[in-house]
């Protein structure tokens, strides 16, 4: 049994972190005191307590524990589950965990509906993707949701220095640490309380002569402050974040969201949003942002990492610093809900290709106007089909090179002829 389940909490005091639910006085404190425990799914990263604070549920109530992980159970384990109703063991009920539910199928998940609805089984399920996504609706509406917390640094480092004590005393063995290292732990395993712990128990058994040292810890931890899945809501999160710290002109936040999808190695998803935020958020108050953002990226991609970082880092500070305008993207999909809506209408006469009139045709010609025939390459006619002939989808920012192609066009505007 690895270190993290030797010495983890028995009593919701221990429990580190998630003081929003778990304080005395909070939503699912009380619902543990109080003892009727309802169907509850437990949201949230790896190694944060879902599955202590579960233990903990189980051993205040004594209710009987059964475990599944929805990677491997089939319908089978689920039913040999309900089985064990008749037993005497589960004399006062059944609380069963289970763990990344959202692998479990429709078919699976209904097979517990019924006993989790009669009450003869109390489902905890855990689950590091957010159940509103990836939990089927009939499972979900008879489920309370708690969101756990990640737990920070600070918070992990007593449980640090307990699990040196604890390893201590079971190797009858003094290590020596500092505090750089607990903190290098503590900051390393970026959140998981499980991975900082197993860390302690790894760089303990590697250590000879009880002296632990940092180029152990380095080795150990592995850089894996990283809590993160490219195809999770945290890889999704991250961007997010990116874009809007990028959108609010807060270049050090963004700098902050791109190292952290650098340290993952993923710059793919990186490069890609860096060229959509130079369109949709800089768009036309700097345009040359999106060429450049296009070298930038180019650059990086052909670079690799570590290399990788210097002209993303260019493009990053580029665009927080640059002056903003989604006016064309918000003009383009004005645009797109006309045409999704079926406000299109014929392309006016004169702008069509040309065609051969007919002996019925009310009009002979096209009768186009070339613009660069006319003084500023401009002439007033009509472009847009006639049912929309008046609709306007552009508006000019309020910065500066917008604001200076609108009073050229005003200018063009005014000094034409009709």
Aim: glycine share 8%.
């Amino acid at each position: 049994m690895p270190l993290a389940d030797r010495i983890r909490p028995d009593t919701l005091d221990d429990v580190v972190g998630q003081s929003h639910i778990l304080a005395k006085g909070k939503p699912l404190y009380n619902i543990i005191q109080n003892g009727e425990i309802p169907n509850m799914i437990f949201y949230g990263p790896s190694g944060v307590g879902k599955t202590t604070v579960a233990n903990i549920i189980a051993k205040k109530t004594q209710m009987k524990l059964y475990r599944l992980n929805g990677t491997q159970a089939s319908i089978s384990d689920i039913k040999d589950v309900i089985s064990a109703l008749d037993g005497f063991g589960a004399s006062q009920g059944i609380l069963l965990f289970l763990d990344e539910i959202q692998y479990l199928n429709k078919k699976q998940q209904q097979t517990l509906l019924e006993y989790i609805e009669n009450g003869d089984i109390t489902l905890i399920a855990s689950t590091t993707e957010n159940p509103y996504f990836y939990v089927y609706s009939a499972i979900l509406s008879r489920c309370t949701v708690f969101e756990f917390k990640p737990i920070t640094a600070g918070d992990i480092i007593p449980v640090i220095s307990r699990a040196f004590s604890a390893m201590e005393k079971e190797l009858d063995t003094k290590y020596t640490v500092s505090d750089e290292i607990i903190g290098h732990i503590a900051y390393g395993c970026g959140g998981d309380v499980r991975k900082a712990v197993n860390t302690v128990e790894l760089c303990c058994l590697s250590s000879s002569d009880g002296s632990v040292t940092m180029e152990t810890a380095e080795l150990l931890t592995q850089n894996s402050s990283m809590n993160y899945d490219r195809d999770g809501d945290k890889h999704y999160d991250i961007l997010s974040g990116l874009q809007k710290s990028i959108r609010g002109s807060d270049e050090n936040a963004a700098l902050h969201y791109a190292a952290r999808l650098i340290a993952a190695g993923d710059i793919i998803s990186l490069c890609r949003r860096l060229l959509v935020i130079a369109s949709e958020d800089i768009g036309l108050a700097y345009p040359l942002a999106i060429p450049i953002v296009k070298a930038c990226v180019d650059s990086a991609l052909q670079l690799g990492l570590p290399e990788a970082r210097i002209p993303l880092a260019d493009a990053i500070v580029l665009l927080a610093t640059s002056p903003k305008s989604n006016s064309a993207y918000l003009a383009m999909d004005a645009a797109l809900d006309d045409v999704n809506k079926g406000k299109t209408g014929d392309i006016p006469r004169h702008l069509q290709n040309v065609h051969c009139d007919g002996e019925g045709a009310a009009v002979k010609g096209q009768h186009y106007l070339y613009p660069h025939d006319f003084p500023n390459h401009y002439v007033k006619q009509q472009y847009l089909p006639d049912e929309i002939k008046d609709r306007v989808y552009y508006a000019f920012g309020e910065n500066k090179l917008e604001q200076q192609a609108k009073a050229y066009r005003e200018k063009i505007k005014g000094e034409c002829k009709e």
